[in-house]
């Protein structure tokens, strides 16, 4: 029997309207599925994409990607804006509520953890999907949670919705770049800079005007429930196959020349954005005595700023290249961090976080441009991998940096943001510098 006949087929729509979501698995004929199979180099493949089987288009791809990142920024800034109003209205503790909070950081990391093996049966579009139902979930739960433990079980519902969402627009994005030949990813993931200053003024509006937590947070998920229905309508770009022998391994992306270094220069631009999101305005109202709403606009602020930096890190790779882009962020950074801690003005602090928001803005999109440069038909194990440091940096930061503080201050603690700008620096001038020596 000739391969297609002890193989299944790929599952496929030739029309986007009909079939929307297309679930796409790649798997052995033992187990009574068809699969297409191929040789190639002595390996058998399976061809993982809808679009291999339907063809796309690269501009509405585009504008689906950027949406997902978008409406992943509009979710972040309502929620930063309402939790206040919801602690209050539950009588929820801060403790407890920040305990509450490791239920998404959980879930998520356990999600983007087994992202790459979803993926190898799984078109990313599909995924987005998913995550884009399971986002509307958990706001429509949070809107009408009357306890703590409904909460929490929104809050893990969050977390799942995260990792599918995040994991499946950054693969598109990658593979929109390889496919497209085009670089676009720092414009894509300026979006959700764009959507968290909208959705966090749009909610601040809300209150002010009189709306009740629930009816933005009610608001929000109609928002998503509009991109979902485009993700149902538009192709994603197609993904690599999916090789027997390595799909959903991470060994691959971990041996690649440079990745290494890459994956430590995301690490610690993690690291500052967690300490700007979570510490930066408690040093301003606590240590320099900032308003209510200086420290609001500081916030503001510094994701403004990223939103620049990530046009403007577009440029400057074009003209300079990655490592430039790289060495000019942690440079910033490093110079912000220092503005911060030295600064004893609220003017001069808000100053450095902005700063800090344009060195920190291209870092992640310019070390997924790199990556996937050297690792074209790895995007689904480069998105685990890079995902899963991370969601694990963002969960261990805060805390770090809280006990720290606890230990001395808040001042001293915050001495790891140039600390980091610095690492980047070194990364990027010698490891990065010493691989592009040897090419």
């Keep these: 029997m000739s391969w297609v006949g002890r193989g299944a087929a790929i599952l496929s729509v030739r029309r986007n309207w009909r079939r929307p979501f297309l679930l796409t698995f790649c798997t052995a004929a033992r187990e009574g599925r068809r699969t297409v199979m ?10 993982n994409s809808e679009a291999a089987a339907r063809g796309w288009r690269p501009g509405p791809a585009f504008g689906l990607i950027l949406g997902h990142f978008a409406i992943f920024g509009v979710v972040a800034g309502v929620r930063g804006v309402v939790w206040a109003e919801l602690v209050d209205a539950l009588r929820i503790g801060t403790g407890a509520f920040g305990s509450a909070q490791l ?50 079980v929104a809050l893990a519902v969050f977390g799942a919705s995260t990792g599918l ?10 593979d929109w770049e390889r496919a497209a030949k085009r670089a676009r990813m720092n414009v894509m993931h300026a979006g959700f800079s764009v959507g968290a200053v909208g959705g966090a003024i749009a909610a601040g509006l809300g209150l002010a005007l009189g709306a009740d937590y629930p009816t933005l947070l009610i608001g929000a998920a109609m928002l998503v429930v509009v991109v979902l229905i485009a993700t149902a309508l538009i192709a994603y770009p197609p993904s ?40 930066a305005v408690i040093y301003l109202r606590d240590d320099l005595g900032a308003s209510a709403a200086a420290g609001g606009a500081s916030f503001a602020l510094f994701n403004a700023t990223m939103f620049a930096g990530r046009m403007l890190n577009s440029l400057l790779v074009l003209r300079l290249g990655e490592r430039a882009s790289l060495l000019v962020s942690g440079a910033g950074i490093a110079l912000s961090g220092l503005l911060l801690v030295a600064s ?15 060195g920190v803005a291209g870092i992640f999109p310019t070390v997924m441009s790199a990556a996937a440069g050297r690792l074209p038909d790895y995007s689904r194990e480069l998105t685990t991998v890079v995902m899963t440091v991370t969601y694990i940096a963002f969960m261990i930061t805060p805390p770090a940096i809280g006990w720290l503080a606890e230990l001395s201050s808040l001042r001293t603690a915050l001495l790891l943001l140039p600390g980091s700008g610095l690492i980047i620096v070194w990364l990027a001038a010698q490891r990065l510098g010493r691989l592009a020596s040897t090419d």
């Design 38 to 47: 191929r040789r190639d180099r002595g390996e058998r493949a399976c061809v």
């Design 103 to 152: 239920a998404a950081s959980f879930v998520s990391v356990a999600v983007v953890t087994a992202y790459a093996r979803l993926a190898a049966r799984i078109n990313p579009r599909s995924i987005a999907g998913g995550g884009l139902v399971l986002m509307t979930i958990a706001m429509l739960w949070l809107a009408w949670a009357g306890s703590f433990a409904m909460v929490v």
């Design 165 to 174: 969402l995040d994991g499946a627009m950054i693969q598109g994005s990658v």
């Design 240 to 279: 690599g196959p999916v090789s027997s022998g390595s799909g959903g391994s991470w060994r691959p992306v971990l041996a690649a020349p440079g990745i290494g270094a890459l994956i430590g220069i995301v690490v610690w631009s993690i690291v500052v954005e967690s300490i700007v999101f979570v510490w």
């Design 344 to 358: 004893h003005s609220v003017p001069l602090a808000m100053l450095a976080l902005a700063l800090a928001g344009l």
